[in-house]
């Protein structure tokens, strides 16, 4: 009974590292969703994959890339980390017509 | 351009108040409306909401959608500790992405 499934939990990089957040869902899902929460922005979608094999940006794609692995997993990448990218990422999935679900979140400092 | 408000932003009551949440969004082709509630780690789903006028309710909590006027809120009744999180509301589109727009929520924080 995972359901959306992030790691790390917590992760320290210095500006300039590259890092990739992981995120695996077992529900059978077809969309999967990479999402950042900042103080006072609510969450902010980074980049979605609405099914297996296609990927496109949300509204704050600057400094990530992501892959869509297989139908379960769906990575986030940082190639040069900045401390803007400071946050907590939230990675969500959904099967259609249902509310999406999230995974516990990554909290990622840079410094 | 498409946005969710939120109102409050944050607010303070005491156990057994009862508290009214306020959404109001402006966005093309809607198609329905959540409530999540969060507490340390991930958002969980409390309602989504696509008809106006039709009360969702779940034990204290109860939800409503008015699709006139372009708003919902979130009711909940003899407030417990236990309620205190950041309340978000996101509305979905037909855009066949399921993409969300979030609001930026309510911190509701509930004194024993």
């Known amino acids: 009974n995972a359901g959306v499934t992030q790691t790390p939990k917590f992760q320290v990089l210095k500006t300039g590292q590259s890092m990739t957040l992981q995120c695996a869902q077992d529900m059978n899902h077809n969309s999967m969703y990479w999402y950042r929460q900042d103080p006072g922005m609510g969450l902010r979608l980074i980049y979605y994959s609405a099914s297996e094999g296609t990927t496109d940006k949300g509204e704050v794609p600057n400094g990530y890339n992501v892959s869509r692995l297989n139908k379960r997993e769906f990575s986030l990448r940082l190639e040069s980390a900045a401390p803007s990218q400071t946050s907590v990422y939230f990675c969500a999935s959904t099967g259609g017509n249902q509310p999406q679900h999230f995974g516990d979140g990554t909290r990622l400092s840079i410094l | 351009e498409d946005k969710v408000v939120q109102s409050p932003l944050s607010l303070v009551v005491h156990e057994g108040d009862t508290v009214t949440l306020n959404c109001s969004y402006e966005?093309?082709?809607?198609?329905?409306l959540l409530w999540y509630k969060q507490e340390k780690k991930a958002p969980t789903f409390l309602f989504m909401l696509?008809?106006?006028?039709i009360e969702k309710k779940s034990g204290r909590l109860s939800s409503i959608l008015d699709k006139k006027e372009l708003f919902s809120i979130l009711n909940i009744t003899a407030t417990q500790t236990g309620d205190s999180a950041i309340y978000l509301c996101a509305v979905d589109r037909t855009s066949g992405t399921y993409k969300y727009i979030f609001g930026t929520g309510t911190r509701l924080k509930v004194l024993a």
């Open positions: 696509t008809s106006s006028g």
């Open positions: 966005v093309t082709n809607f198609r329905s």
